[in-house]
Structures are given as C-alpha cells and as structure tokens.
C-alpha cells in the first residue's frame, strides 16, 4: 500500500517492504526531504503495510514475527474490513509499541454509530476496545508466534499458542470480510507509543511465516 492519515508520521512505500532469506522484512526509515501523502501532509518517514487480496469472514491468522524496536514505532498484524472512505468499520489488531516493546496492545474496532448510506464521502470512525498487555519478554529480540482466532461468539488473542486477551463487548457488531495486515508505521501520539528519536527511522519487523485459516461452524 502506499496511503497514509493523520496520526501516522510515516507514507507507506513499497520500498520499506523486502524479502531477504525467505523472510518479509518491514523497515520504518527516514523520508526523502519533500516527501507528501496525497493529501499533501508531510511526512518524515517511510513505512510499510502489506495488506491481504482475499479476506476472510470468520477465522483465524497467524503469524511468526520479530516485532520491531523504537520510540513511536508500531508493528502490527491486523484484520481489517477496508473500503474507504469507511462506510462501516471492523479491526481486529495486535500491535507492538515499540517505545517499551514488552508492551503489546491487542484492539478491536466496530462502527456503532447510524447506518451510513452511499455514496460515502466521510469515513465513519470506529468505537475502540484496547487493551494493553506486557508479555514478560521483549519481541523484538526473537520470533514469536501471535494469532487471532475470530469467531461468531468472539475474538481471542494469543501469543505463543498462550491465550492473553478475549473481546467479546460487541462481537455482535464484527461481522464484515476482513483483509489481514503486516505493517510498520510512526505514532504521532507520543503518550501512546513514545516520542519520535534517532531510533525510529532505523526500526525493522522481520515476518517469518503467515497462515490464515477460514471458520467453518
């Protein structure tokens, strides 16, 4: 991908995203002076989001990562429904805040506002339900195994085959195809992931394998 928004410091670039022994390798470096989104906002860095063709409704992601070091730097796996602009929203992540890498935060997202009916020209903003978690290790130090198990009754997140978050508040509401990604970016919410230093522009997530498995009831 090759987008951006607001609270991201980073333009995605297929440049940042690599094969090296097999392995995906995202990295998070330093823009070329100059470099916009399309919206003409600059940005100081280049990122990285591989996002999925196909989509699944129901079922069950995982992957081995090495998840990234560094100030403000967020390395993910998510699902996510993706039309934009946004006419409904569903999100299931699990995200590395690289500031203080034990922290991992798992999320879910869900539009609980009106139907919103075409054309869409304003994407709805979605109702989010994190939950911060410290892992007891650091995973930018080695490979780990995270997953996301979404099923009618609920959303579970696990690392290492260890259960550590369960999201069931508005399962209801998680419903739509979702595509599955692999991203590095930049925080601008210093009180979130940390404030930009020398080490952002230098942070990388290394993805050894990724398996997605359709929910059959």
Not at 136 to 149: L, N, R, V
Request: with cysteine.
């Amino acid at each position: 991908m090759t987008h951006s928004w607001t609270e991201n410091l980073a333009l995605f670039s297929r440049s940042a995203a690599t094969i090296e022994r097999g392995q995906l390798v995202l990295r998070l470096t330093p823009a070329p002076q100059g470099t916009t989104d399309s919206s003409g906002a600059a940005k100081s860095f280049l990122g990285a989001e591989v996002r999925s063709v196909d989509s699944l409704t129901y079922g069950r992601v995982r992957a081995r990562v090495k998840l990234a070091r560094g100030s403000a730097v967020i390395s993910s796996l998510v699902t996510i429904y993706t039309p934009w602009p946004a006419d409904n929203w569903n999100e299931l992540d699990i995200e590395c805040l690289g500031a203080d890498p034990n922290d991992v935060q798992f999320n879910a997202m869900v539009y609980t506002g009106a139907p919103v009916r075409p054309p869409v020209t304003q994407s709805v903003s979605p109702t989010q339900h994190p939950q911060k978690v410290d892992l007891g290790f650091d995973p930018s130090e080695d490979f780990h195994t995270y997953q996301i198990e979404w099923t009618p009754s609920g959303a579970r997140f696990s690392v290492d085959d260890v259960l550590r978050h369960e999201w069931t508040e508005r399962i209801d509401l998680m419903v739509l195809p979702q595509n599955v990604l692999m991203t590095i970016w930049a925080s601008s919410s210093a009180a979130w992931a940390g404030a930009v230093t020398a080490e952002t522009g230098t942070a990388s997530a290394t993805y050894d394998w990724i398996e997605l498995y359709r929910y059959t009831p």
